[in-house]
Structures are given as structure tokens and as C-alpha cells.
């Protein structure tokens, strides 16, 4: 009797792409065959080094594995010979000749993608008043004498009170050793950096000979998947440098439970997942002051938001009480660091300011959002969702303001999706269905025609088509169930494979098959589970602050966050992950907790706007209301059960309802049902 072949689960990161592969496959077969991009230039040979990866160990609860290096079968002559000659690093394996042996989640590395993920938190246009916590005082000191037994510190600090009238000017321990130097250096004149901020004592923090002109601030928005970071001249407001990257932190758990999870699994891993995002904001920093010129050393304040999970994440703290009730936040308040102790490399006197987290689930990006916003200045209610894997909503105006979060998971960023991928060049991003013919076209990243559009075939060549990403995902469903090949109950109709071979059964369902030019790219019925999921708990979350607001009426609904600003208004209303309002009052603000965290950066009174808002907005726990569920049931319908969207129904003809069993396969088989005894 022949053994059966053993199979091994392999999930690749940062792309969220998983399969499961005989032992014995080469690592860069199984990243092809999902569609994952791995360069490889010399046939598999490991000559080239470009299909580098690393192995993230620990136990992963969520994917239900153990991933170790020894997964891997050892290193090849070729491995041992390439890794002798070009320094592979330790950790690193090349693909194309590591074997799989067992369970594995691997990290294509950041600097080994060509192909990588596209970042979409740019800087939002906003004019913001400088009132930085930094200022910088140029001064002129006597040279010491004999007559004057002074120390040079007490004099440059006596001479700066006299200038700025700040009587208890203190310093910063680190100057205690350059600042002679410094002075001698500048003939006597210097330019001194002086922080000041909240109750913190006035801080001379650096100090440069003769006269500096501008020094810098960052202001980071650290997600769950990507990062994003801003360089701002702290002197005139303007934004002069924007970049992002990938959250490395991705290799331990696509979404943030499944990090709290690992963490919890793997205490000892805690600072690998800290020392991770650390050093990817240190890459991010290096770049910003290249862009413009500039030094580490002239970058002298900080802001940093993120949601709970990442704030504790980036500061080092364990997030293991955040993943179950009462979901107890470490610290919340704002709070002024040095960025020393954080092992940023800026200005060894730099400091950080941290925005509040408004509660256990809804972070300092929540906050920051609903600053750059402003809801509680205004008469209109407003909804302000930021879309990630978990979901913060802010609900209200100058009277009343409240906030929840909902656990949305990943799928909107292609995670758990059958062909799904996070944005990159090759994703499916826009997809249109024709009602009659049912064929559809769509656009993918990196190509600028649709697919049905002349020039496409060629240039489609350089990205291929690889998957679908979150806004592909949603616009697919959307565009399936405007179609009729979906019902509002979120069921693929298999009697549509008579009108078209793109429905095609898949054992008691069916599926809809969009692409399969490198890769099949079909929705299955999984997938529109995932997505009927995700987007009901976002609305049930919205509907129980509805309800406690006491209204049901919304005049603007604002989508912030990289993918809210993907998301076209009217499909989102048609799935039904947002509630009915006016279609031109909905509307993507974008990176707006970026663009927040660069207001509390440049001007003091902003994170003292901030601070005190953040102690009136009322706290919702969805997890412990009771009509979170009915409103959970309602939401997974297309796009409601119960709510009538008289809105979208003026502008968008919704399908008649039709109603098809999700039991009924090929051939008309229903799934048995088992009697209750």
C-alpha cells in the first residue's frame, strides 16, 4: 500500500498568500504557484541570491501551526557556496533551494521584494500653523576669562533665560559632554534647540555651532500593515518628505489579534515584534532626511499614532490584556518620551509625543483621525470609520460624541480571501461586471487601461495579474450582486452557469471566476462569506452607536485610512458596510490620522485640542452589548435585512430578492440537514 503524500501548510508574508504543498517542494515553486513574487533570474540555481527569505518561528494560534527553521530542509552546495560568497545572512534562506519539511510561515523580505506592496498613506493637503514644542534661539556668549569662574553650561544657560525669558530652562543630560566643544567650535556662537511642552520643564535638547536655519519633526502613523511617516520643517509647518513601507510586524500575524496571540504564545518573541517595527521606522527616517538633504540629527521631535495593539507594540509593552475583556490599556494618555529610549536614531535629544488612545480597542489613530476631522466642532453628525483589520468609528458632532470599535479581520486587505493579496502591483483594484453578458473587466495595479482596453495585454505582461486586493474584493461582491449572480443573502446563484462557464460548481457551491492569465482569480463562496463578516461587523458597530446616540439620521460619512480611500462610496453603501446617507456626502479623507498625527506635531495647541476631546468622547465596548448581534445578523444581508437604504435605492437600482439554497451544488444536489432529536 502506497504511504500517503505529507503535506505542509506554508502562509507567505507580507502578501497573506497560504497553501498547503508536499514535503519536498521548493520554497520558490510554492510562492509561484500562489502568485506570490519572489524574483528569481537564474533558473533556481541559487546563483543570483534575488529569491531570499527568512522563517518567522514561534507558535502561530490563529493559522494553527508552529513554524521553525527546521522546517526547511538544510542548505544545498549551491546555498553554502552562494552564502561564502555574497554573506547570505544568517537568517536568510534562498527559495529556489530550500525544501519545505513542515508547517511554515515565511517573510519575503522588504529589500528582497521588487515587486512589493504599494503604500497609500501619502500626506494630505492641510495648512497647519506652526507651534512646534521646538524652537531655536541663536546666541552669542563671551569667551570664558579668569575673572569669571563660570562653567560654560551655566553660562550659555543663563544667557539663553535672559533671552527667552524661560526661568526654569533645564538641559538635557546627553549635551553634558559636546556642548564645550560646540561652543568653540561656533567661535562663541551658537544655535540651541529648547523643547517645551504640557507640564514637561522647558529642555535645551541640542545645541549646533554658529547659526542653524531648520530642524525637523516626524510624524508617524505606525498600522497594522503598513507605516507610514511624514518629515516636517518644524519652523514653517510645511511637509517636505513623505514615505511607507510595509509593517514588518506582518510575519508574526496578519491581523492584531493574531500578533497578540503570537506574542502570548511566544512571550520571549516580544521584543523581536518591538525591535521589528523600530528599526522599519528607522529605515523610513533614513530616507525622509535623504530626500531633503538633511541629517538624523536635525530631526528633533516626534509623533507617533496607531491603534492600541501597535501604540504597546512600538513602546515595548506586552498587548497580551488588550485581546480579551476588559481589554485594560497599559497607558492612554498622551505622553512625552525621549526617542533614545526608544532606539529611534534622531537627535540623541529628540523627543516623542504620543497621542491618547481614546480606548481599549479604539487607538491613538482614532484620535488623531477624529482630530484632523474635527466632528466635535461641527452641527452636521458625522460618521468617521477608519477601515482596517479592526474597524474604529467615531459617531457625532459639537454635542455629542461617541466611539467603538468592530473586529473586521483582514479580509478587506486580502488576507483570508482565496485570491486575495494586499495592494501591489498585479492586484485586481476595480472590476466591473456586465449584467447582460455577465463578462467582466477590471484594472489592476501597475496598469493604467482596463482589462478590456486596447494596450492592456502588453502592459499587463510587466506586473501580471496575481490577485485581488481589498478594493477589488469589495467592488467584486458589489458588482455580483447588482449582476444577480449573488442574492442579498450573500449566496452565488448556480443556475447563472447556464448564462455564463465563469459560474462554475465547486461542490455544493459555485463560484465566479474573474481571471486566470498567470493565475486563477475566481470568487468562491467562502470569500463572499469572509467580506459578508467583515462588513457586518463594521455596521453593527456603527448601529449600536446610532442607536445610543439616540438617531438614525446621517449627514456626512468620512472614510479614513489608506483603504478607505480606495473604496468608491457607492459600492461600499451597496455592499452595505456603510449605513444609508446621502451619496455626495461620503466621501475617502484619506491618511487622516497621519494628517493628524502632523497637526499634534506642529502646533502645542493641537494635542491640547486633542487631549482634552479625548476625555469627553464616550466609550462604546461592542463586545458587551446585547443588540450587537441582531445587528450582526441584519448587516450580513446585501445590503441589509431590515434597514431600507432609501439613498442608494434613489440612485442605484438594487436586483429584485431571489432566494437560492447554499446546500444546492452541481447537478442540483442539496446538502442534507440533519434533524435536531
Same mark, same amino acid.
Given at each position: 500500500?502506497?504511504?500517503?503524500?505529507?503535506?505542509?501548510?506554508?502562509?507567505?508574508?507580507?502578501?497573506? &498568500?497560504?497553501? @498547503?504543498?508536499?514535503?519536498?517542494?521548493?520554497?520558490?515553486? /510554492?510562492?509561484?504557484?500562489?502568485?506570490?513574487?519572489?524574483?528569481?533570474?537564474?533558473?533556481?540555481?541559487?546563483?543570483?541570491?534575488?529569491?531570499?527569505?527568512?522563517?518567522?518561528?514561534?507558535?502561530?494560534?490563529?493559522?494553527?501551526?508552529?513554524?521553525?527553521?527546521?522546517?526547511?530542509?538544510?542548505?544545498?552546495?549551491?546555498?553554502?557556496?552562494?552564502?561564502?560568497?555574497?554573506?547570505?545572512?544568517? %537568517?536568510?534562506?534562498?527559495?529556489?533551494?530550500?525544501?519545505?519539511?513542515?508547517?511554515?510561515?515565511?517573510?519575503?523580505?522588504?529589500?528582497? +521584494?521588487?515587486?512589493?506592496?504599494?503604500?497609500?498613506?501619502?500626506?494630505?493637503? &492641510?495648512?497647519? %500653523?506652526?507651534?512646534?514644542?521646538?524652537?531655536?534661539?541663536?546666541?552669542?556668549?563671551?569667551?570664558?576669562?579668569?575673572?569669571?569662574?563660570?562653567?560654560?553650561?551655566?553660562?550659555?544657560?543663563?544667557?539663553?533665560?535672559?533671552?527667552?525669558?524661560?526661568?526654569?530652562?533645564?538641559?538635557?543630560?546627553?549635551?553634558?559632554?559636546?556642548?564645550? *566643544?560646540?561652543?568653540?567650535?561656533?567661535?562663541?556662537?551658537?544655535?540651541?534647540?529648547?523643547?517645551?511642552?504640557? $507640564?514637561?520643564?522647558?529642555?535645551?535638547?541640542?545645541?549646533?555651532?554658529?547659526?542653524?536655519?531648520?530642524?525637523?519633526?516626524?510624524?508617524?502613523?505606525?498600522?497594522?500593515?503598513?507605516?507610514?511617516?511624514?518629515?516636517?520643517?518644524?519652523?514653517?509647518?510645511?511637509?517636505?518628505?513623505?514615505?511607507?513601507?510595509?509593517?514588518? +510586524?506582518?510575519?508574526?500575524?496578519? %491581523?492584531?489579534?493574531?500578533?497578540?496571540?503570537?506574542?502570548?504564545?511566544?512571550?520571549?518573541?516580544?521584543?523581536?515584534?518591538?525591535?521589528?517595527?523600530?528599526?522599519?521606522?528607522?529605515?523610513?527616517?533614513?530616507?525622509?532626511?535623504?530626500?531633503?538633504?538633511?541629517?538624523?540629527?536635525?530631526?528633533?521631535?516626534?509623533?507617533?499614532?496607531?491603534?492600541? =495593539? !501597535?501604540?504597546?507594540?512600538?513602546?515595548?509593552?506586552?498587548?497580551?490584556?488588550?485581546?480579551?475583556?476588559?481589554?485594560?490599556?497599559?497607558?492612554?494618555?498622551?505622553?512625552?518620551?525621549?526617542?533614545?529610549?526608544?532606539?529611534?536614531?534622531?537627535?540623541?535629544?529628540?523627543?516623542?509625543? !504620543?497621542?491618547?488612545?481614546?480606548?481599549?480597542?479604539?487607538?491613538?489613530?482614532?484620535?488623531?483621525?477624529?482630530?484632523?476631522?474635527?466632528?466635535?466642532?461641527?452641527?452636521?453628525?458625522?460618521?468617521?470609520?477608519?477601515?482596517?483589520?479592526?474597524?474604529?468609528?467615531?459617531?457625532?458632532?459639537?454635542?455629542?460624541?461617541?466611539?467603538?470599535?468592530?473586529?473586521?479581520?483582514?479580509?478587506?486587505?486580502?488576507?483570508?480571501?482565496?485570491?486575495?493579496? &494586499? *495592494?501591489?502591483?498585479?492586484?485586481?483594484?476595480?472590476? &466591473?461586471?456586465?449584467?447582460?453578458?455577465?463578462?467582466?473587466?477590471?484594472?489592476?495595479?501597475?496598469?493604467?487601461?482596463? $482589462?478590456?482596453?486596447?494596450?492592456?495585454?502588453?502592459?499587463?505582461?510587466?506586473?501580471?495579474?496575481?490577485?485581488?486586493?481589498?478594493?477589488?474584493?469589495?467592488?467584486?461582491?458589489?458588482? !455580483?450582486?447588482?449582476?444577480?449572480?449573488?442574492?442579498?443573502?450573500?449566496?452565488?446563484?448556480?443556475?447563472? #452557469?447556464?448564462?455564463?462557464?465563469?459560474?462554475?460548481?465547486?461542490?455544493?457551491?459555485?463560484?465566479?471566476?474573474?481571471?486566470?492569465?498567470?493565475?486563477?482569480?475566481?470568487?468562491?463562496?467562502?470569500?463572499?462569506?469572509?467580506?459578508?463578516?467583515?462588513?457586518?461587523?463594521?455596521? /453593527?458597530?456603527?448601529?449600536?452607536?446610532?442607536?445610543?446616540?439616540?438617531?438614525?439620521?446621517?449627514?456626512?460619512?468620512?472614510?479614513?485610512?489608506?483603504?478607505?480611500?480606495?473604496?468608491?462610496? +457607492?459600492?461600499?453603501?451597496?455592499?452595505?458596510?456603510?449605513?444609508?446617507?446621502?451619496?455626495?456626502?461620503?466621501?475617502?479623507?484619506?491618511?487622516?490620522?497621519?494628517?493628524?498625527?502632523?497637526? #499634534?506635531?506642529?502646533?502645542?495647541? @493641537?494635542?491640547?485640542?486633542?487631549?482634552?476631546? =479625548?476625555? %469627553?468622547?464616550?466609550?462604546?465596548?461592542?463586545?458587551?452589548?446585547?443588540?450587537?448581534?441582531?445587528?450582526?445578523?441584519?448587516?450580513?444581508?446585501?445590503?441589509?435585512?431590515?434597514?431600507?437604504?432609501?439613498?442608494?435605492?434613489?440612485?442605484?437600482?438594487?436586483?429584485?430578492?431571489?432566494?437560492?439554497?447554499?446546500?444546492?451544488?452541481?447537478?442540483?444536489?442539496?446538502?442534507?440537514?440533519?434533524?435536531?432529536?
Amino acid at each position: 500500500m502506497t504511504e500517503p503524500v505529507k503535506h505542509a501548510k506554508v502562509v507567505f508574508q507580507p502578501s497573506g &498568500r497560504r497553501g @498547503h504543498f508536499p514535503v519536498g517542494t521548493p520554497l520558490l515553486d /510554492a510562492a509561484r504557484s500562489l502568485g506570490v513574487y519572489v524574483e528569481s533570474v537564474c533558473g533556481g540555481r541559487g546563483i543570483c541570491g534575488r529569491c531570499q527569505i527568512s522563517v518567522s518561528e514561534g507558535t502561530f494560534a490563529k493559522e494553527n501551526l508552529t513554524s521553525a527553521a527546521e522546517n526547511l530542509e538544510g542548505a544545498t552546495e549551491a546555498e553554502n557556496r552562494y552564502a561564502s560568497l555574497r554573506n547570505l545572512p544568517a %537568517d536568510r534562506r534562498l527559495s529556489c533551494q530550500a525544501k519545505i519539511l513542515g508547517d511554515l510561515v515565511v517573510d519575503v523580505p522588504t529589500d528582497a +521584494q521588487t515587486n512589493r506592496q504599494v503604500v497609500r498613506k501619502r500626506a494630505e493637503a &492641510r495648512q497647519i %500653523d506652526a507651534d512646534s514644542a521646538v524652537s531655536l534661539v541663536t546666541i552669542s556668549l563671551p569667551e570664558p576669562d579668569m575673572e569669571t569662574p563660570r562653567g560654560d553650561i551655566d553660562r550659555l544657560r543663563e544667557a539663553l533665560i535672559e533671552k527667552t525669558r524661560l526661568a526654569d530652562l533645564t538641559f538635557d543630560p546627553i549635551l553634558l559632554p559636546k556642548v564645550q *566643544a560646540i561652543l568653540r567650535k561656533g567661535n562663541w556662537q551658537v544655535t540651541a534647540a529648547i523643547h517645551q511642552d504640557r $507640564s514637561v520643564l522647558p529642555t535645551l535638547v541640542a545645541l549646533w555651532p554658529g547659526e542653524k536655519q531648520a530642524v525637523y519633526g516626524l510624524a508617524v502613523d505606525i498600522g497594522s500593515t503598513t507605516i507610514a511617516a511624514h518629515l516636517c520643517n518644524l519652523q514653517n509647518g510645511r511637509t517636505v518628505s513623505s514615505a511607507g513601507t510595509s509593517n514588518p +510586524q506582518i510575519r508574526f500575524g496578519e %491581523d492584531l489579534m493574531s500578533r497578540v496571540s503570537y506574542v502570548q504564545m511566544n512571550p520571549s518573541k516580544l521584543p523581536d515584534l518591538t525591535r521589528a517595527v523600530r528599526e522599519a521606522i528607522n529605515a523610513l527616517v533614513d530616507k525622509l532626511v535623504g530626500d531633503v538633504g538633511a541629517e538624523r540629527s536635525d530631526v528633533l521631535d516626534a509623533t507617533f499614532v496607531g491603534n492600541p =495593539v !501597535m501604540h504597546h507594540l512600538f513602546l515595548g509593552i506586552d498587548p497580551v490584556e488588550l485581546g480579551g475583556a476588559p481589554f485594560a490599556l497599559a497607558a492612554s494618555d498622551a505622553m512625552v518620551l525621549n526617542a533614545r529610549d526608544l532606539d529611534l536614531e534622531l537627535n540623541p535629544g529628540a523627543r516623542v509625543y !504620543m497621542l491618547p488612545c481614546i480606548a481599549g480597542h479604539v487607538g491613538a489613530d482614532a484620535a488623531a483621525a477624529t482630530l484632523a476631522e474635527g466632528p466635535y466642532k461641527l452641527d452636521e453628525i458625522t460618521l468617521l470609520v477608519d477601515v482596517g483589520t479592526n474597524a474604529e468609528i467615531v459617531l457625532g458632532n459639537k454635542d455629542r460624541l461617541l466611539a467603538a470599535s468592530s473586529p473586521t479581520g483582514p479580509a478587506f486587505e486580502g488576507a483570508e480571501i482565496s485570491s486575495g493579496q &494586499r *495592494a501591489a502591483p498585479g492586484a485586481i483594484e476595480r472590476i &466591473r461586471i456586465d449584467k447582460e453578458t455577465l463578462e467582466p473587466r477590471f484594472k489592476v495595479i501597475g496598469v493604467d487601461e482596463w $482589462s478590456n482596453e486596447e494596450g492592456f495585454a502588453e502592459k499587463v505582461d510587466s506586473v501580471g495579474v496575481t490577485g485581488i486586493c481589498g478594493s477589488g474584493i469589495i467592488e467584486a461582491v458589489a458588482e !455580483m450582486y447588482l449582476a444577480g449572480l449573488i442574492t442579498e443573502d450573500g449566496v452565488i446563484d448556480g443556475s447563472m #452557469a447556464a448564462r455564463t462557464s465563469r459560474v462554475q460548481a465547486r461542490g455544493r457551491t459555485f463560484s465566479y471566476r474573474i481571471a486566470d492569465e498567470d493565475v486563477e482569480i475566481s470568487i468562491l463562496q467562502t470569500d463572499i462569506r469572509a467580506i459578508q463578516l467583515a462588513k457586518g461587523a463594521l455596521y /453593527a458597530g456603527v448601529k449600536l452607536l446610532q442607536d445610543k446616540l439616540g438617531t438614525y439620521k446621517l449627514d456626512r460619512i468620512r472614510l479614513a485610512g489608506a483603504f478607505g480611500s480606495y473604496i468608491d462610496p +457607492q459600492y461600499a453603501m451597496v455592499l452595505g458596510l456603510i449605513p444609508d446617507c446621502p451619496l455626495d456626502g461620503v466621501s475617502g479623507v484619506g491618511n487622516a490620522a497621519g494628517t493628524g498625527a502632523r497637526m #499634534a506635531l506642529l502646533n502645542r495647541g @493641537h494635542r491640547r485640542e486633542i487631549e482634552q476631546t =479625548v476625555r %469627553d468622547i464616550e466609550k462604546i465596548e461592542t463586545a458587551l452589548e446585547p443588540k450587537f448581534q441582531e445587528h450582526f445578523v441584519n448587516a450580513m444581508a446585501l445590503p441589509n435585512k431590515v434597514d431600507p437604504f432609501p439613498h442608494l435605492r434613489a440612485a442605484v437600482e438594487l436586483p429584485a430578492k431571489k432566494t437560492v439554497d447554499e446546500g444546492e451544488g452541481a447537478g442540483g444536489e442539496r446538502r442534507r440537514r440533519r434533524r435536531r432529536g
